[in-house]
């Protein structure tokens, strides 16, 4: 299962942008979806999670009321609405999928390429 983030560019600080992630593949069913985010010069950090049932989510402390995560089920797409962005944002954007693999019956935990988000001051 592949995913495809969108939507990252460079914003000044208050600024908004809205992420998505798309997955493609051979026929598959989606469970969790998250967004992490690595700023520069430091690890990899959780941001947000969907769940299946999509009324399910939890966001990380430091985006708690300025990010919202929801999904499409019915697209197989991911989306993270960005608001009130601080310089401390700034980072590349990933997001992940795990779920099932119909044809074989094997569990996925896919990775997409990431995006770039820049908020400067």
């Known amino acids: 299962v592949r995913l495809v983030e969108s939507g990252g560019g460079s914003v000044q600080t208050g600024g908004s942008l809205r992420l998505s992630c798309a997955a493609s593949?051979?026929?598959?069913?989606?469970?969790?979806m998250a967004w992490h985010r690595q700023p520069p010069g430091r690890q990899r950090e959780w941001v947000a999670s969907?769940?299946?049932?999509?009324?399910?989510?939890n966001l990380a402390d430091s985006v708690e009321g300025r990010f919202t995560i929801s999904r499409d089920n019915a697209k197989n797409t991911m989306y993270l609405q960005m608001n009130s962005l601080k310089p401390e944002d700034t980072a590349v954007y990933f997001c992940?999928?795990?779920?099932?693999?119909?044809?074989?019956?094997?569990?996925?935990?896919?990775w997409g390429q990431g995006t770039q988000v820049t908020v400067s001051s």
């Open positions: 969907a769940h299946s049932d999509t009324t399910r989510t």
């Open positions: 593949g051979s026929r598959f069913t989606l469970g969790t």
């Open positions: 992940n999928a795990v779920g099932v693999e119909l044809a074989t019956g094997r569990t996925f935990d896919s």
